[in-house]
């Protein structure tokens, strides 16, 4: 029976939460498909990972645990996807739309032939569906090779609750050819606030702020509802923000329960990453700014008086 391979993404011994909500989505494509639905866990020291992933009701999990995968390294994950999805006759082999998946999936695709459909938003049976042009545009997409391949907006699915049964876990021995590629240094970004897509509280600034010590008030508050600080592209090109808070379609998509836009004008691109927020919430002096088009509450105002005050009703209450 042919199957549906989702690639679990995990950091610190946890899988994603991203993985979690891709589950939601291959869960619906192997019901529809009929086919099986696997998990692929990949790294080293990852039993944990699988343990944690037994819940979600997976035919199977895939375990490849290996020294050689102890750094993540596009070639090897995607010679492990590639073997492990001709082994389990996947059809369809997905991962989240992140950095990882956007850098491994090309790679597992152009290995095996595949077509792929990236930064998907739904499946009928028959077609992926794609937004285009900035969210403008939904496309449908039609694979015509027997395996696709697909990275899943996934911050536009739920995330996957337990299913009720305890999944088979699987260890597989693959020999890992050496990489071409070199791992040098992985430089970890200090910081006690969640990542921008699991985060549940989104505070971001644009070119309204001046300049990057204006952000330390959108850390403060940020702090106040542990949430994640996030940026326009214009914020971060002009270096007031390192590039992995840039939220948008060439940054990051979040889906926060409350997003809070101050000083950005609502460019489409950024748009197009932050409109499955919950509620958004937008301060601009500019009472025709596009953000207020797609804003749940907007207030025309000053940020440097409104973010302040915010932040001491907050702190004196
Ligand atoms: P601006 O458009 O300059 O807006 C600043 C806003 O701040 C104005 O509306 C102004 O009224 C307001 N303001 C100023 N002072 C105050 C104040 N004191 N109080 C309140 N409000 C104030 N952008 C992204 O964000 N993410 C992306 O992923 C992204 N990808 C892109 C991809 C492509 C291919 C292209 C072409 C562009 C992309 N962009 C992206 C850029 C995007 O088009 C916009 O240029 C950018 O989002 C604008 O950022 P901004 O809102 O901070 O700046």
């Not at 430089?187 to 330390?216: C, Q, Y």
């Amino acid at each position: 029976m042919s199957a549906v391979l989702i690639v679990a993404e995990h950091k610190e011994g946890m899988p994603s939460k991203a993985t979690l909500r891709t589950i939601t989505f291959g869960r619906d494509a192997s019901e529809m498909l009929k086919h099986k639905l696997h998990l692929l866990v990949i790294g080293h020291n990852v039993e944990k990972v699988a343990e944690q992933l037994k819940i979600y009701g997976a035919d199977c999990i895939f375990l490849v645990n290996d020294p050689a995968l102890e750094t993540y390294k596009a070639e090897t994950w995607a010679y492990v996807t590639s073997k492990v999805a001709q082994q389990c006759n996947a059809a369809m082999i997905c991962t989240d739309a992140g950095s990882t998946g956007k850098d491994f999936m090309p790679r597992v695709s152009a290995r095996i032939g595949a077509g792929m459909a990236s930064g998907v938003i739904g499946f009928d049976g028959e077609c992926f569906k794609r937004e285009m042009w900035a969210g403008s545009v939904v496309a449908r997409i039609r694979l015509h090779t027997e395996i696709q391949v697909a990275t899943v907006q996934s911050t536009l699915f739920e995330p996957a609750t337990p299913a009720g049964n305890s999944s088979e876990i699987e260890p597989l021995h693959l020999k890992i050819p050496p990489a071409r590629t070199r791992f040098i240094e992985f430089r970890k970004t200090e910081s006690k606030r969640p990542d921008l897509p699991e985060a549940n509280v989104v505070i971001s600034g644009g070119r309204g702020l001046r300049n990057a010590e204006n952000f330390r008030m959108l850390e403060r508050l940020a702090d106040l509802f542990k949430g994640a600080v996030g940026a326009t592209r214009a914020a971060v090109d002009a270096q007031w923000v390192p590039n992995d808070l840039q939220v948008g379609q060439t940054g990051k998509f979040v889906a926060p329960e409350f997003y809070m836009a101050c000083g950005i004008s609502g460019a489409m691109q950024h748009v197009a990453g932050i409109k499955n927020s919950k509620i958004i919430v937008a301060i601009n002096k500019d009472e025709n700014a596009p953000i207020f088009r797609v804003a749940d509450f907007g207030m025309v105002a000053d940020l440097f008086e409104v973010v302040p005050a915010l932040i001491a009703a907050i702190e004196n209450t």
